[in-house]
């Protein structure tokens, strides 16, 4: 079995052959001892019923229906009974336009989505997108993609309306926990281009303190992340932070060699379980740690490949993780082709950590719980139409209020009342910036707003979960 994306090959499966241009369905042979008699009857049994309702419409119903599009119904019915997000069916026009994946560039708004709840969710915007810059944050749930409902729609056919040409908006209605309002933020598509790989060497109290940030985990991450991990050492790093945040996953692969970098061969970084509770262990080859200590950083964002890796550091390797609570994603899912264009992405393992613990909608916790400054989860400001001004109360001022705190001007309060301080407030900002002073937060000061506090933010000055990782090393 491979550890990536396309876990293992030979994967039982209904096949369709076609006579005298009408179907006929039978159950595939694996190459297995499993014909035992009566299930098999039972089960071509079923396919009867199946071919006598797809015979009855194709023949008999009140309008023509395509048998294609009958047969993609059919296919759709069955991953549907699932009831699971991650287990999707691609027709050859939907698995064409994703071709443009984890190791290339794509136009779009940047950011890893799921569906959870029978909703379009954000798992994490990508570094530096036009999701992040626009305020976009995890376990957004998408209500809306340009005012059409997302209620009826599966989540590839929602990546294909939010995905578009460079330069294009995009507006999207958000729900998001904690606010009773739904947001819209616009949101200006570009080239999204896939670099996973960022490393920097800080210094604190005398001590050299490299931090290797991996946003996602494409085909190129392991070879990008050693030689990073390399060009680190080679300096004469003291200790490492490998910082996860905001990282949706990718091919499981990759997380393995990292994790075969890091990982002392005493326990498994991870096991993979199949639906009969068989588990297969993966190892390193290490004899110890590295020689240095290791600090893991994770929050809401941080899914599946992400958290395999932060489950090893934490308890295979016996590192801290600092920051908060992951996503919870323990599913292993193979891409099957169709032999058409068309695929199926099929979950098809678990996976577990090093002790065995399945994280799925649970997620990982930090060994040191941080949150960041208030402003870091402040939701976008839409001015509309009125702005905003004394005697107000609403979410969005409240937004504005924990905006204007962060960069320093006294508001008072940060409950959504507009009070005379927060207009003074607002005053003195539209003076810092040469913004016209009237006191009200029109769109010209909501943009100034979100722009600068996005530079707060990007500021690892005032990255708390950061700091204080840079902290246990320096101990």
Request: no cysteine.
């Amino acid at each position: 079995m491979v550890l990536s994306l396309l876990v293992g090959a030979g994967a039982a499966y209904f096949g369709l052959s076609f006579m005298n241009d009408k179907p006929s369905f039978e159950l595939a042979k694996n190459g297995t001892s499993q014909d035992n008699g009566a299930k098999r009857e039972a089960v071509n049994e079923e396919f009867e019923k199946l071919e006598k309702t797809y015979n009855y419409i194709s023949e008999r119903y009140v309008k023509e229906i395509g048998e294609e599009k009958l047969l993609e119904g059919a296919i759709q019915g069955m991953v549907d009974v699932l009831e699971d997000p991650y287990s999707v069916y691609m027709d050859e026009k939907t698995a064409e336009e994703f071709m443009n994946s984890l190791d290339s560039s794509f136009e779009g708004i940047g950011a890893e989505v799921t569906m959870r709840n029978g909703r379009v969710t954000i798992v994490a915007p990508f570094k530096d997108s036009p999701a992040e810059r626009s305020g976009l944050k995890p376990n957004d749930q998408i209500i809306t993609i340009n005012g059409e409902s997302t209620e009826k729609l599966d989540l590839y056919e929602a990546v294909l309306k939010i995905r578009g040409e460079k330069g294009t908006v995009v507006t999207l209605g958000i729900e998001r926990p904690g606010a009773s309002d739904v947001i819209k933020v616009d949101v200006t598509r570009d080239q999204i281009p896939i670099e996973t790989v960022y490393s920097d060497l800080l210094q604190s109290d005398g001590k050299k303190i490299g931090v290797i940030e991996i946003t996602s985990f494409s085909s190129d991450t392991a070879k990008d992340f050693q030689a990073a991990l390399k060009d680190l050492e080679q300096q004469g790093m003291d200790g490492l932070v490998i910082d996860v945040r905001g990282n949706p996953g990718g091919y499981l692969e990759s997380v393995d060699a990292i994790s075969k970098l890091l990982i002392p061969k005493d326990k498994p970084f991870v096991q993979i379980e199949d639906r009969d509770g068989k588990k297969e262990r993966y190892f390193s080859a290490n004899e110890e740690k590295k020689p240095y200590p290791i600090v893991g950083l994770i929050d809401r964002g941080s899914a599946s490949a992400s958290e395999i890796l932060a489950g090893a550091l934490k308890e295979a390797g016996g590192y801290d993780l600092v920051g908060e609570k992951s996503f919870g994603k323990g599913t292993v899912q193979q891409t099957i082709e169709m032999g058409d264009g068309s695929n199926l992405k099929l979950t098809m393992f678990k996976w577990l950590t090093p002790d065995g613990n399945w994280i799925h909608q649970e997620g990982i916790a930090p060994t040191v719980e941080v949150q960041q400054p208030d402003y870091f989860y402040a939701n976008p400001l839409t001015v509309e139409e009125e702005p905003l001004g004394y005697d107000m109360n609403n979410e969005q001022i409240q937004s504005a209020q924990l905006m204007l705190k962060g960069l320093g001007f006294d508001t008072g309060r940060t409950d959504g009342y507009f009070s005379k301080q927060t207009e003074e407030a607002v005053q003195a900002f539209q003076e810092k910036n040469e913004l016209s002073v009237t006191g009200k937060i029109d769109e010209k000061t909501a943009g100034k707003l979100q722009e600068l506090i996005i530079e707060e933010v990007r500021n690892k000055e005032n990255d708390i979960q950061l700091q204080k990782a840079v902290e246990l090393l320096v101990k």
